[in-house]
């Protein structure tokens, strides 16, 4: 069975930084290319950040809305079946729960879609206050 388990959310203050993992089950993550939603109350699923599948001999591309450019990090740990969402200096409207999801695709327009991805995670609420 296929799952994906996100942790480290939680309650901060802006200007503060909070560490996202996501554990994979069933599925190596590796193989992958996994991304970073998020959705606010009354507003749909947004495209955070995303990284290609693995490959033996190359870094793996990343991407990145706008809005975190600079602040949030993404990065695989292949060892332990995870991905990670490194978020520095929050703002308020960071504010979302936060979705990881894994699919094979490849390239920033399917990268950046949601409907791309096969798998997701429950979610894990972040929440900045000022």
């Known amino acids: 069975q296929v799952q994906l388990v996100e942790s480290g959310g939680g309650l901060v203050q802006a200007g503060n930084s909070l560490r996202l993992s996501c554990a994979g089950s069933?599925?190596?993550?590796?193989?992958?290319?996994m991304g970073w939603f998020r959705q606010a109350p009354g507003k749909e699923r947004e495209f955070v950040a995303a990284?290609?599948?693995?490959?033996?001999?190359?870094?793996?591309?990343?991407y990145y809305t706008d809005a975190v450019k600079g602040r949030f990090t993404i990065s695989r740990d292949n060892a332990n079946n995870t991905v990670n969402l490194q978020m520095n200096t929050l703002k308020r409207e960071d504010t979302a729960v936060y979705y990881c999801?894994?699919?094979?695709?490849?390239?920033?327009?399917?990268?950046?879609?949601?409907?791309?991805?096969?798998?997701w995670g429950q979610g894990t609420q972040v929440t900045v206050s000022s």
């Open positions: 999801a894994a699919g094979a695709l490849t390239g920033w327009r399917a990268l950046k879609s949601p409907n791309s991805y096969a798998y």
């Open positions: 990284v290609e599948w693995s490959t033996p001999s190359l870094a793996p591309s990343t």
């Open positions: 069933g599925l190596i993550l590796g193989n992958y290319a």
